[in-house]
């Protein structure tokens, strides 16, 4: 349940620390450590991945974000990867780690 605010609150009215999926963080981690350089702004790196600059900064979070697949189907898009090539990437980098497991987002 969420409140006004949008914090997440339990059902004894203490609040919840937001949900990531492993696998989102893992997402996020690979775009920001293979696709996104620390050089450049937010503003252009956005663009040259077609996402607005909001997004680029949830992917950049040490957490990451539970990033939509259409979100990330257009950031493969503007780096001319396939959905599939990019999940074999995915595959490639971390392997074993993959699983349906979640993580507490840290504020």
Partial sequence: MSDKSG?????KGKEELAKVFLLDKLVC???NEEWILNDKSNLSQSQELGIHPHVLRKIRENDGYRIPMST??????YKKVKLSEFFTLIENK???????DFIRKTK
Wanted: proline content about 0%.
């Fill in 29 to 31: 981690n690979f775009i």
């Fill in 72 to 77: 990330l189907a257009i950031i493969c898009f």
């Fill in 7 to 11: 914090s997440n609150i339990d059902s």
């Fill in 94 to 100: 971390y392997g074993s780690k993959i699983n349906d």
